[in-house]
């Protein structure tokens, strides 16, 4: 456990040590010089730093936890609900906010197939998913997953997530509470632990789902239906712990990779 404590905290103090001076700066303590955007980046790879340093404390090598990040035997189903699930997802989302009056239709559109997969390889390689993924579910799920359940261990998976994103409040446009976002990952990290088991712990599954969900945040109309994203969120979970549920509440098992 000491080492998942001392993960966290290297994860935080790497992340928060970037995003912080960005604070000061809107705060007109101090001036980046036009280092924001940098710093900004830089601080997304705290959880992929702090995991190879403690695998590498652990066992004397990282190279396990990097092949996991390239590791290609997986399910064709499985890398298609982690490329295609968020959007279609998020498209749900706006098209019931539209229908509740809470938002103007979107202007139906076919993607642009390579803009959008352009921008798709960008939020894979430094839009946050290659940075944190390592990490959470690299380094974090497995060895949660060897002390608490699945669910438990997902649940607190997310509360740590959610609380190495805290800094955003302060320096980002978000575009919900911090309460709301906590229960938003709750049943997302259910997802990804899902989609990990699904995958046999294969850390690009969680790459794609990761930079699949911050392509079709950044490009659909996504943040008036945030809300209902949450709570399709919990409709998406809820059905695969149910339907699952003695592998969710089982006991702890070191995962089969």
Not at 27 to 38: A, D, F, K, P, R
Not at 46 to 52: E, K, N
Not at 132 to 145: D, K, N
Not at 221 to 229: D, E, G, K, M, R
């Amino acid at each position: 456990m000491k080492y998942l404590v001392g993960f966290y905290l290297l994860a935080c103090l790497f992340t928060w040590s970037c995003w912080l001076p960005i604070l000061a700066e809107k705060q007109g303590w101090l001036s980046l010089y036009g280092n924001t955007e940098g710093l900004a980046t830089l601080g997304q790879f705290g959880p992929f730093v702090s995991a190879v340093l403690w695998t590498w404390v652990e066992r004397g090598s990282a190279l396990d936890l990097l092949k996991r990040l390239v590791q290609v035997r997986v399910s064709p189903a499985c890398i298609a609900v982690a490329l295609l699930g968020p959007p279609l997802l998020f498209a749900t989302a706006i098209y019931l906010n539209v229908w509740l009056g809470r938002q103007a239709a979107p202007k139906l559109s076919i993607p642009e197939p390579v803009g959008t997969t352009l921008h798709f390889l960008l939020n894979l390689v430094v839009g946050g998913a290659l940075g944190e993924e390592p990490g959470w579910r690299g380094y974090a799920l497995p060895r949660l997953r060897e002390r608490f359940s699945a669910l438990v261990g997902s649940t607190i998976l997310a509360l740590a997530w959610a609380g190495w994103h805290w800094p955003l409040w302060w320096i980002a446009n978000v575009p919900s509470s911090f309460p709301v976002y906590v229960l938003g990952m709750i049943p997302l990290t259910i997802l990804f632990t899902w989609l990990d088991k699904w995958g046999r712990g294969s850390v690009l599954v969680a790459l794609l789902f990761h930079a699949s969900l911050n392509t079709a945040l950044i490009r659909l109309p996504v943040f008036p239906a945030i809300l209902i994203v949450n709570g399709l969120f919990w409709v998406a979970a809820i059905p695969i712990i149910l339907t699952q549920w003695r592998w969710w509440l089982a006991a702890p098992t070191t995962p089969a990779r």
